[in-house]
C-alpha cells in the first residue's frame, strides 16, 4: 500500500542536477529507515541511498560516488535526494522507500511503504 508521495523527477542533460523529495504520514517516518531505490528499464530494482530513522547513519550505494546525497527532516515527514553530476546511467524511475530495518533498502528489498515513482531522464 503506497503511502509515500514522491516528486522532483524530471527531464535533464548530462552533468545536471535534480532534487528529489518524499513525503509522507508520520507513522512512515517515526522509527523507519527512508531511502530511495531506482529501477531503469529492463533492469532490475536497485537501491541508491538511505538513511537511518533517526538520521545518524546513511548509506550509499559505490556508484554513488559523491555526486548524490540523502537527507531527511522527520519534523516534515520528508526525505530528500539531491543528485548531482547525473549521467545518461542515472536515467531510470526513483523510488521513495520507507522500513523499519535500514537492510530492506539497501538490499532494494520490497520496503514496507513506498512512493509511486518519480520519473529521472538524463540526457547525453
Known amino acids: 500500500q503506497v503511502q509515500l508521495v514522491d516528486s522532483g523527477g524530471g527531464f535533464v542533460q548530462a552533468g545536471g542536477s535534480l532534487r528529489l523529495s518524499c513525503a509522507g504520514p508520520?507513522?512512515?517516518?517515526?522509527?523507519?529507515?527512508e531511502g530511495w531505490l531506482r529501477q531503469a528499464p529492463g533492469k532490475e530494482r536497485e537501491f541508491v541511498a538511505a538513511?537511518?530513522?533517526?538520521?545518524?547513519?546513511?548509506y550509499y550505494k559505490d556508484f554513488v560516488k559523491g555526486r548524490i546525497t540523502v537527507s531527511r527532516d522527520n519534523a516534515t515527514n520528508t526525505v530528500s535526494l539531491q543528485m548531482n553530476s547525473l549521467t545518461p546511467e542515472d536515467t531510470a524511475v526513483y523510488y521513495c522507500?520507507?522500513?523499519?530495518?535500514?537492510?530492506?533498502?539497501?538490499?532494494?528489498?520490497?520496503?514496507?511503504?513506498w512512493g509511486q515513482g518519480t520519473k529521472v531522464t538524463v540526457s547525453s
Open positions: 538513511m537511518s530513522w533517526s538520521g545518524g547513519h546513511t
Open positions: 522507500a520507507a522500513d523499519p530495518s535500514n537492510s530492506q533498502i539497501t538490499t532494494a528489498s520490497p520496503p514496507r511503504t
Open positions: 508520520e507513522r512512515t517516518f517515526s522509527n523507519y529507515a
